[in-house]
Nanobody, 128 residues
Framework: QVQLVESGGGLVQAGGSLRLSCAAS????????MGWFRQAPGKEREFVAS????????YYADSVKGRFTISRHNAKNTVYLQMNSLKPEDTAVYYC?????????????????????WGKGTLVTVSS
């Protein structure tokens, strides 16, 4: 079972930037797709971005396209989410997720009921 630990959240003004990190351990990180999701107060968890096991494919929610960038450093077992031009509506707890099947490119932007491995989240607050 993989362990996921997010970091990098905090308070930022609208228009600012943050970079989230998710450190993974417990299995071969480079074999699995990774993703970021978020949950705002009173709302359901939603997809933000994902990256395939080999970084060949990335997907983004429409609400963050052009502002957020997902990347991974397999040698460091870490996936990142660079968030620029932040808006108050980006305020949420951000969660890291890992795929359960190696060497595939899941389309979590179309549904993610099969995700079993989640981090505990990191809070991002964007003030107006």
């Amino acid at each position: 079972q993989v362990q996921l630990v997010e970091s990098g959240g905090g308070l930022v003004q609208a228009g600012g930037s943050l970079r989230l990190s998710c450190a993974a351990s417990g299995r071969t990180f480079s074999n699995y797709a990774m993703g970021w999701f978020r949950q705002a107060p009173g709302k359901e968890r939603e997809f933000v971005a994902s990256i395939s096991w080999n970084s060949g494919s990335t997907y983004y929610a429409d609400s963050v396209k052009g502002r957020f960038t997902i990347s991974r450093h397999n040698a460091k077992n870490t996936v990142y989410l660079q968030m620029n031009s932040l808006k108050p509506e980006d305020t949420a707890v951000y969660y890291c997720a890992a795929d359960t099947i190696p060497f595939r490119t899941p389309r979590w932007d179309q549904g993610y009921s099969n995700i079993n491995d989640w981090g505990k989240g990191t809070l991002v607050t964007v003030s107006s």
